[in-house]
């Protein structure tokens, strides 16, 4: 891996080629010979107009433009437990074959490297998909902070990702770790850089510090918990927000009137999710590693938008429903992560009433999870 020193030659280098021809070095590790035809540039969007109208939902292919004019694509496969050793990579590669641009993944999935073996098999060019990994809370701190991303980019096979998250504000030690990840910005190793798992309070807090926002901030966020608190703050602040378990899971599937929404329009309730987020502006990306709802969720996308009247019935179903563990650390108090580790164990209890979030702002119910180590997953 070259040193930081060098990269950022080569980073110009890919700035130059992004939305065009390939410049300078391919930006897939030991590449060589010939790739796929470039596609054809997409539509970008850009932060600024923050509802899609509803027949915008037919493209697929749609991108937003993040606040230092990198575009990104809006829809995308989640990788959150799929399972490393082949199962991932096939998801990965089922997905790329479907037209899916934007893959995530992160240092605690374990699935890096089947990430990367379905990259390079796919024979795309590097500036035709969108990577996205994340900071393990483990390696929070400066020195640490770089380390990680380079074995990221080696078991991924990259020379840089598009985009690298602070995976939770868990991992403690904050402004240290935040300001580590703009050096490796800068440095080449990565085009743009985010925070997952942020609530208001410490966007807020990060501010106040002084330091440079995020672009994107990837929360838990669906219809059944809509965090209008932090969905207003960061389309304010102008930070992309990139939702993850867009389907809840599916945990509330048949239980609420989205059953009778996605009948009267013969349709899944997992499609109206993704249509639902994918019309509120949100980056979408759903998981699966069944080829056959690989195939559906980007299908959703293809089809008849969502009326006004569809949306605003969908917006009643917030019920602050909250179905991955990880998202508690949202409520995590800044002071306690800023600059030092948190106590383990803190935080873990339920939200009361309206919380810190007031108005606006759900209460958040939550199932019951096994261990501490999940609550980074």
Sequence with gaps: MPDMAHAGNRWSRHRRAEGGGRVGRSGWRGAHGAHASQASQPASKSLETWEVPCEEVRNSDATLQLKSGIQMPRFGLGTWQSQRGGECKRAVAEALRAGYRLIDTAQAYGNEVDVGQALREARLKRNEVFIVT?????????????????????????????????????????????DSLIEMRNAGLTRAVGVSNFGAEQLMSLQQAGRELPEVNQIELHCFWQQRETESLCNELGIA????????????????????????????????????????????????????????????????????????????????????????????????????????????????????????QAEVSEPHFASWAETFS
């Design 134 to 178: 994340k900071l393990s809370s483990r390696e929070h701190g400066g020195s640490h902070a770089a380390a990680a991303l380079k074995t990221s980019l080696s078991r991924l096979q990259l020379d840089y990702v598009d985009l690298f998250l602070i995976h939770s504000p868990r991992g403690g030690f904050l402004l240290e770790t935040w």
């Design 241 to 360: 927000l990139m939702a993850y378990s867009p389907l809840a899971r599916g945990s509330l599937f048949g239980a609420t009137p989205l059953a009778q929404l996605a009948q009267e329009k013969a349709c899944s309730e997992a499609a109206l999710c993704i249509r639902w987020a994918f019309q509120k502006g949100f980056i979408v990306i759903p998981k699966s590693v069944n080829p056959q709802r690989i195939l559906a969720n980007i299908a959703a996308l293809r089809g008849p938008g969502l009326t006004p009247r569809e949306m605003q019935a969908m917006e009643q179903l917030d019920q602050g429903f909250c179905a991955c563990p990880a998202a508690r650390a949202m409520q995590t108090p800044w002071e306690e992560v800023a600059s030092k580790a948190p106590v383990r164990g803190k935080g873990k209890g339920k939200s009361k009433g309206k919380g810190k979030g007031g108005k606006g």
